[in-house]
């Protein structure tokens, strides 16, 4: 099978002196779908990253080595090039591109620290949340990002933008940085939208968790599928592991699929959920087979990191996954697994009418439920040697998806206003499911 033309440069940033000093490959489990999955080296980020000197690798925290999974080998090691390079990019910062100053000193161009999402003030009282109110009176820095719903420059909360970014001022401290929306790829208009649709995806998964939503039924015969697409989900059939979606789509109108694996004949992971979004249903029930893969693989590999972690102290990526994988703890999705509920088919999902282009069709989507899209250049050296961008989408309105337990952005209006908009009953932050994030 043919690299896709897309990713056939990536190639050149490995070597034991390049970016990607080597790719592994990972197997996976007996009986387990038989994808092609790989892992590519990024090794101490701080040797050659001034602002990252004192570098600490953990993979449960951070996801630093990209990862690439696919029905042949070569793609999935491009991949895991890709996804390398995505996660180098999203934390190589420069302080020379930054500016200190308040939001009141930039004026309308600055989209404030208050105007992102923000945890209740339960959350911000327990010292253990790692987080403060953001004070406006003390400078912080700041990146220059473009607005396409004000067609013209922003400047964003730098904290918002990079990853591995200590924060350098009290005033830093009201969010814990995340990897949504970054992403690369040789076409700027193509790496904008699949960083935008993960900014959707993460959205959804929050939503869905937090106020535990009787999301209904995804159905469909795969015979139905493109032949690109059933292949994916041929090869992830198997006796062992049962694979159930759900359709997890939003007042946004973007299709988004959620599903939950489940595994009886293995104890210690019996249940992992992943999502995905895409404007073609397909090609995301596509790639959630594939990347459940390659996440059963990395959460056997992180297990014994997080055993004697207890549950309000998660901060990792992988933390609230491998507390909820057990099998005596599938009741945790009775919400999604019990009782009746409607189904829905792939052709039931929206998408683009025929001719339409994908990023316009988002955006007019986006736009539509008064939301804000901005993006943030982050491409690096290495990112220009192979023709590839790097970005990092924000939309402020959305709901973040957080790994620290301690701090879930439980004041944001959005936790509240969506599932009423979509018609689910609205839990307050009493409510709120108290067992941590499962999704890694």
Not at 166 to 195: F, L, M
Not at 196 to 203: A, G, P
Not at 240 to 245: E, Q
Not at 295 to 311: E, F, G, H, K, S
Request: glycine share 8%; proline share 9%; aromatic share 6%.
């Amino acid at each position: 099978m043919a690299v896709p033309e897309s990713l056939r440069d990536m190639g050149r940033l490995v070597s034991p002196y390049g970016l990607v000093s080597r790719l592994t490959w990972l197997p996976v489990a007996e009986g387990e779908p038989a994808f092609k999955i790989y892992t590519g080296s990024l090794g101490n980020a701080g040797a050659a990253l001034a602002s990252l000197r004192g570098w600490e690798h953990d993979p449960a925290s951070g996801n630093f080595d990209g990862a690439g999974g696919a029905l042949d080998t070569e793609t999935a090691a491009h991949l895991a090039v890709a996804e390398s390079l995505e996660r180098y990019s999203s934390c190589a910062w420069d302080p020379g591109r930054m500016i200190w100053a308040t939001a009141e000193e930039l004026g309308d161009e600055a989209i404030a620290p208050s105007r992102w999402p923000i945890c209740s003030a339960r959350e911000l009282a327990d010292p253990r949340s790692g987080l403060t109110e953001h004070d406006p009176r003390i400078p912080i820095r700041w990146l220059r990002g473009w607005s396409f719903t004000r067609r013209g420059p922003v400047y964003v909360p730098a904290v918002q933008v990079y990853l591995k970014f200590p924060p350098e001022s009290a005033g830093e401290r009201y969010t814990h940085p995340v990897s949504t929306g970054c992403a690369v790829h040789r076409d700027p208009a193509a790496a904008v939208t699949n960083g935008l649709l993960e900014v959707v995806e993460r959205d959804s998964i929050s939503l869905t968790w937090l106020q535990r939503l009787r999301l209904p039924r995804l159905e469909f015969d795969p015979a139905d599928l493109a032949p690109e697409h059933r292949a994916f989900v041929e090869r992830g059939a198997s006796a062992n592991v049962r694979t159930l979606l759900f359709d997890a789509t939003t007042d946004l109108g973007v299709p988004v699929v959620y599903g939950v694996q489940l595994a009886d004949h293995d104890p210690s992971l019996a249940q992992v959920v992943v999502a995905t979004c895409d404007v073609d249903p397909g090609r995301a029930v596509a790639k959630l087979y594939r990347e459940a893969a390659s996440l059963r693989i990395a959460l056997r590999a992180l297990a014994p990191t997080q055993q004697d972690v207890v549950p309000e102290d998660t901060l990792t990526v992988v933390g609230g996954a491998l507390q909820s994988a057990p099998l005596e703890r599938r009741d945790r999705f009775d919400f999604l697994l019990d009782g009746d509920r409607p189904a829905r088919r792939l052709d039931d999902l929206p998408r683009p009418g025929p001719g339409r282009s994908t990023l316009p069709w988002l955006l007019d989507r986006l736009h539509g439920a008064g939301c804000e899209v901005v993006v943030v250049d982050i491409t690096t050296d290495e990112a220009r040697q192979v023709g590839a961008t790097a970005v990092r989408v924000l939309v402020p309105q959305l709901m973040p998806l957080s790994f620290v337990h301690r701090a879930r952005y439980l004041a944001h209006p959005r936790l509240y206003e969506a599932p009423r908009a979509m018609g689910h009953p609205v839990r307050g932050e009493a409510e709120i499911n108290p067992v941590p994030q499962p999704f890694a």
